[in-house]
């Protein structure tokens, strides 16, 4: 466990960040914990829990937790693009820290965040990939099955939803399975320029669907870009896509590209709006627009 900090960061004029890595069969970051490598010129790599995917050739741990006061930075400080952030846990992720892999204030790109919990995941706070001065970077959402769901009236307009307590006992160990996502925390990342591909496997009784359900208040989960420069929002399911009921996707600010891949059980589509972006849809099984138009 971290509770101070480590740190690779470049503070010299062109200096890039170094690489972190934190590996144990648990890991977790606890308190004000900093791991910090970012650079003048570009971010450095942080490996928290194994490689990008668990695909090595780092080992895998069981279980991550970093605590909401946490930070992990991998960002340009002043001129350069946003290194790489990786969290990755083969069991259960609880990530409710600050992630940033920022392009630099005076240039550069976004960089790539990974948060990858394959049983279960519980994300709190959206990760930074943005970049004032060129084009924001990536954050990909990798575990088995994912249910985004609609968010109510305290955290609609918030890049973080409240944090309910972890039950005793249970930092390290997964609660239920999937992966549960606020429907604001993508679309403050698609605000800030910032892309979102959701990714799943299957294994067991979880066979790599992808859900929009209801969350609390009965909301249903609605995509909405309304700021920002154009992204893309994209899906690679293993298994099913699902659109709830009511359930939408749109953009109202540049471009939305929107890229959707299901497995054999399909697609259950509602209404998509792109705004001028492209709209591509690839299946094994049945694909059914159940509701609403599709426009670009």
């Given at each position: ?40 010129a ?19 741990s069981?279980?991550?937790?970093l605590?909401p ?20 846990a083969?069991?259960s992720?609880r990530?409710?820290g600050?992630?940033?892999a920022?392009g ?5 790109d ?27 970077g ?6 088995r ?7 109510n ?12 307590p ?14 549960v ?12 320029g ?8 299957s294994?067991?009784a ?9 969350g ?7 995509i ?9 929002f ?43 972006g ?14 609403g138009?599709?426009?670009?």
């Amino acid at each position: 466990s971290v509770s101070g900090g480590v740190s690779a960061a470049g503070t010299g004029a062109g200096e890039k960040g170094g690489t972190i890595t934190l590996l144990g069969d648990k890991v977790g970051l606890f308190g004000t914990a900093l791991a910090d490598a970012s650079g003048t010129a570009g971010g450095g790599v942080v490996h928290i829990g194994g490689s990008q995917q668990g695909q090595g050739p780092l080992p895998n741990s069981t279980a991550v937790y970093l605590g909401p006061d946490t930070t992990v930075s991998a960002s340009a400080t002043d001129n350069g693009n946003g290194g790489t952030i990786i969290v990755y846990a083969n069991d259960s992720a609880r990530i409710y820290g600050t992630l940033q892999a920022r392009g630099g204030a005076a240039g550069g790109d976004g960089g790539f965040i990974e948060t990858s919990g394959k049983r279960f995941l519980d994300v709190g706070r959206t990760p930074d990939a943005s970049a004032p001065q060129g084009k924001a970077g990536l954050w990909l959402i990798d575990p088995r099955d994912i249910l985004i769901e609609g968010t109510n009236d305290q955290c609609s307009n918030l890049d973080v939803c409240p944090i309910p307590p972890t039950p005793a006992g249970t930092t390290w160990t997964a609660t239920g399975d999937s992966a549960v996502i606020s429907d604001n925390l993508i679309n403050t990342a698609l605000n800030a320029g910032t892309s979102v591909t959701l990714s799943t496997g299957s294994t067991g009784a979880q066979t790599g669907d992808v859900t929009f359900q209801n969350g609390a208040g009965n909301t249903e989960a609605l995509i909405s870009k309304t700021a920002g420069a154009a992204a893309t929002f994209a899906i690679t399911a293993a298994g099913s896509i699902t659109m709830g009921s009511s359930s939408s996707i749109s953009s109202s600010s540049n471009n939305l590209n929107v890229s959707f891949t299901a497995g054999a059980g399909g697609m259950v589509l509602r209404g998509i709006n792109t705004n001028g972006g492209t709209l591509t849809l690839n299946s094994s099984g049945p694909i059914t627009q159940a509701a609403g138009v599709f426009a670009g």
